[in-house]
């Protein structure tokens, strides 16, 4: 399967705890993202990566959340910290930056957290 | 700021018919996409179809068809001949083409659940 693939995809914690999702994009998508959904919501953009550069990061993305790519490749989504609001599906998607389908994101089954 | 409305939180269909979702969305922006995503139950979220802003003609992938009215800035989505794999949440994405120095990212509608009964 060469998808995008998230990991887990269920993780339960306590509040106080960190956690860390790691996103394996599709290889030769230059481009990543990170979104949240919530429960009857659509996702959110949290933040994106081109290359192994973070280009932009919403402002839901409060001081407790990191996210890293490193070598352009995988990336990592850590919480601090977590507090029960931070439940929610992790959405890991890629596309390509250039191209005739720029634009069409590709997304991965996504890591649930619970935060107990 | 952009916003997307998707005001159907459910909807359902029997097999083989026809249904249309809705979709509203408030821009002042004139070049812009706008998408369909189908999110399965525990499967990951895929492109059903695209539309682009400046293309007056509505854009067709096999059963699905849209209605694109881009001065009621409306975008429906139309399923025809429906089938039980089509069972899914639907959403519908916004996506600025303006450049803006930055990342044009995708606005989510809060999503529509389509069940369909055999």
């Known amino acids: 399967d060469t998808g995008v693939s998230q990991d887990p995809r269920h993780k339960i914690t306590k509040r106080g705890q960190n956690v860390t999702f790691r996103c394996d994009p599709i290889?030769?998508?230059?481009?990543l993202y990170w979104y949240r959904q919530t429960l009857g919501q659509g996702p959110e953009f949290l933040t994106y990566?081109?290359?192994?550069?973070?280009?932009?990061k919403s402002r839901l993305l409060s001081d407790r959340f990191s996210a890293e790519r490193p070598k352009g490749s995988f990336s990592t989504l850590e919480i601090q910290r977590t507090e029960q609001g931070d439940s929610a599906m992790y959405l890991c998607?890629?596309?390509?930056?250039?191209?005739?389908?720029?634009?069409?994101?590709?997304f991965g089954e996504g890591s649930r957290l619970t935060v107990l | 700021a952009q916003t997307v409305t998707q005001s159907q939180p459910e909807m359902s269909v029997q097999e083989a018919e026809t249904v249309t979702l809705s979709c509203t969305y408030d821009t002042s922006e004139s070049d812009y996409y706008l998408f369909w995503y189908k999110q399965p139950p525990s499967r990951q979220m895929i492109l059903v179809i695209r539309q682009e802003a400046y293309k007056q003609q509505n854009a067709t992938e096999n059963r699905f068809s849209v209605n694109f009215q881009k001065a009621a800035k409306s975008f429906s989505l139309k399923i025809s001949d429906s089938q039980l794999g089509d069972a899914a949440m639907y959403f519908c994405?916004?996506?600025?083409?303006?450049?803006?120095?930055?990342?044009?990212?995708?606005?989510f509608g809060a999503g529509t659940r389509l069940a369909v009964h055999p």
């Open positions: 290889s030769e998508h230059n481009r």
């Open positions: 994405a916004y996506r600025s083409n303006m450049f803006s120095g930055g990342y044009n990212k995708l606005i």
């Open positions: 990566f081109q290359n192994e550069a973070q280009l932009e």
């Open positions: 998607a890629s596309s390509l930056g250039r191209g005739p389908n720029t634009g069409e994101l590709f």
